[in-house]
T-cell receptor, first 109, second 113 residues
Framework: SQQGEEDPQALSIQEGENATMNCSYK?????LQWYRQNSGRGLVHLIL?????REKHSGRLRVTLDTSKKSSSLLITASRAADTASYFC?????????FGAGTRLTVKP | EAQVTQNPRYLITVTGKKLTVTCSQN?????MSWYRQDPGLGLRQIYY???????DKGDVPEGYKVSRKEKRNFPLILESPSPNQTSLYFC????????????FGPGTRLTVT
């Protein structure tokens, strides 16, 4: 069964704007990860945030985690056309992984 | 180059004809996993393996088998494929015995008629 649910399902912005995607989940986790997928290709790992962390940065990416609300957000700053992709959150327990249905991000040049 | 490879990339088959999708990684990873991706459902885990000879069911294991005889290989077997197994399949691996920071293969698009 799905664990994470992303919101919104689709997001369209102009190049240079920031994009924010949210993820909610249902059960306790060890960590939460964000992945990117370009049009039917394999997923690429972006960032991992552990359950005892609240915020993490990697380049133009900023991830927050609120375990009390069971939610996470991914912020992409100064977006580029190349950021156009689907973004998935994935929650990991000890040995299994559950993905949400994803947010489709379109960045218009 | 560090990578996860899957073969075949595309497969059209008929109901009931046994098939195997191979997965291989060259990164000496302990953890390997299979997922299927269907529109609107995201990725769902089929089976995973934390190490050689250790496999376990994910969320949707029915109709699938796996084996892990060697560390680098993790084939997915469909003994009697059915049309509801038409999907995009991904193999993934990660260092350690947990599914953290997984590396994904390019995917196998399977159609069962």
């Amino acid at each position: 069964s799905q664990q994470g649910e992303e919101d919104p399902q689709a997001l369209s912005i102009q190049e240079g704007e920031n994009a924010t995607m949210n993820c909610s989940y249902k059960t306790s986790i060890n960590n939460l990860q964000w992945y990117r997928q370009n049009s039917g290709r394999g997923l690429v790992h972006l960032i991992l945030i552990r359950s005892n962390e609240r915020e993490k940065h990697s380049g133009r990416l900023r991830v927050t985690l609120d375990t009390s609300k069971k939610s996470s957000s991914l912020l992409i700053t100064a977006s580029r056309a190349a950021d156009t992709a689907s973004y998935f959150c994935a929650t990991a327990s000890y040995n299994d992984m559950r993905f949400g249905a994803g947010t489709r991000l379109t960045v218009k040049p | 180059e560090a990578q996860v490879t899957q073969n075949p990339r595309y497969l059209i088959t008929v109901t009931g004809k046994k098939l195997t999708v191979t997965c291989s990684q060259n990164m000496n990873h302990e953890y390997m996993s299979w997922y299927r991706q269907d529109p609107g459902l995201g990725l769902r885990q089929i089976y995973y393996s934390m190490n050689v000879e250790v496999t376990d069911k994910g969320d949707v294991p029915e109709g699938y088998k796996v084996s892990r005889k060697e560390k680098r290989n993790f084939p997915l077997i469909l003994e009697s494929p059915s049309p509801n197994q038409t999907s995009l399949y991904f193999c993934a691996s990660s260092p350690g015995t947990n599914p953290y920071e997984q590396y994904f293969g390019p995917g196998t698009r399977l159609t069962v008629t």
